[in-house]
């Protein structure tokens, strides 16, 4: 079977195939997505049914600058001050532009769409010769482990889906997601951008989301990012029978950071997730601090350990 990865000179092939209606896969920063035009509900469609994804779990759009962004959402002063951050791995929840033309597929029937402007040349190029938004999700079968590289999408797919290599994902976790009401920011999932550095640029707090908040955005799912091994959080050890995931300095083996560097460990989670999932049943993670990106990995962790329904 011919590989499904291609390089960025099969770049104006890609944004054929995404015009037509069909699905790219392609890197950002934070991780690989599943992109599709965002104003054919025909192609959305599609990304629910390849990745198996719950049709009221919404889908962020990914635009190429911020007049690209202004065209679909309303922004207020606040969500312009965020939006700073742009390109980077901050998704904003803003008012939809009913006039936009985006699918209603891509919002799950609400009112709001998260959007993002991405950190990745090739993802910008694209977006660019495709001239559509594209709607995009992680890269794998929904409720998986989420890809960094181009050769994990292709073995989640089974080669069916093309793929534009752009090297491993930089952040490896995905982006922060705020939803923006007037002055009112809050977090309804942690990522790449630690909340702190937020809070220091627009000079408020960030409130976060209550676990049992109606679903605004990807993400929010209780079961999410799941290997199909168990996974055994903040454990101090291995008990028999289990694979240890470390975090800073203890026993030899699998560690998401030696030296305890959180950027280093969220660029490694899901690779080494993966890793480990292709040899082990059962997982036990040392405890991750809480601070900064901690809480974008602990996230995930939770998640990614939670009963799976």
Avoid: C
Avoid at 30 to 59: C, H, M, Q
Avoid at 105 to 124: E, F, K, Q, S, Y
Avoid at 158 to 171: I, M
Wanted: hydrophobic share 45%; proline share 8%.
């Amino acid at each position: 079977m011919a590989s499904a990865v291609h390089s960025a000179s099969d770049l104006p092939e890609l944004a054929a195939r995404l015009r037509a209606g069909e699905l790219v896969a392609f890197p950002t920063e934070t991780v690989y997505g599943l992109g599709a035009d965002a104003t054919n509900s025909d192609a959305v469609l599609k990304i629910y049914e390849t990745k198996g994804r719950p049709r009221f779990n919404p889908l962020i759009v990914h635009v190429a600058d911020l007049a690209m962004a202004e065209r679909f959402v309303s922004f207020g002063p606040m969500a312009l001050k965020l939006a700073t951050f742009w390109p980077g791995p901050l998704t904003l929840v803003l008012p939809k532009r009913q006039e936009a033309g985006l699918s209603d597929l891509v919002t799950a029937g609400l009112d709001t769409v998260g959007i993002r402007i991405p950190n990745h040349p090739l993802a910008l190029e694209l977006i660019r010769s495709t001239d559509r938004p594209l709607a995009a999700p992680s890269a794998n079968r929904s409720g998986k482990l989420s890809p960094t590289t181009a050769a994990q999408v292709e073995r989640s797919f089974a080669g069916l889906v093309p793929v534009l290599e752009g090297g491993a994902s930089e952040a490896g976790v995905e982006s922060t997601i705020l939803a923006v009401e007037g002055d009112l920011v809050t977090q309804l999932r942690a990522g790449a951008l630690p909340r702190d550095e937020i809070e220091a640029a627009i000079g408020r707090s960030v409130a976060v989301a209550r676990h049992d908040a109606a679903i605004a955005s990807p993400g929010m799912l209780a079961s999410h990012y799941a290997p199909n091994a168990t996974l055994r959080l903040d454990a101090e050890h291995a008990e028999p029978g289990e694979t240890w995931l470390g975090f800073g300095p203890g026993p030899a083996g699998p560690n998401l950071s030696p030296g305890g560097d959180l950027r280093e460990a969220a660029r490694n989670l899901f690779s080494m997730l993966h890793q480990l999932d292709e040899r082990a049943t059962r997982i036990a993670v040392a405890p991750i601090p809480r601070r900064g990106l901690g809480e974008a990995i602990n996230d995930r962790l939770k998640r990614a350990a939670a009963p799976r329904g």
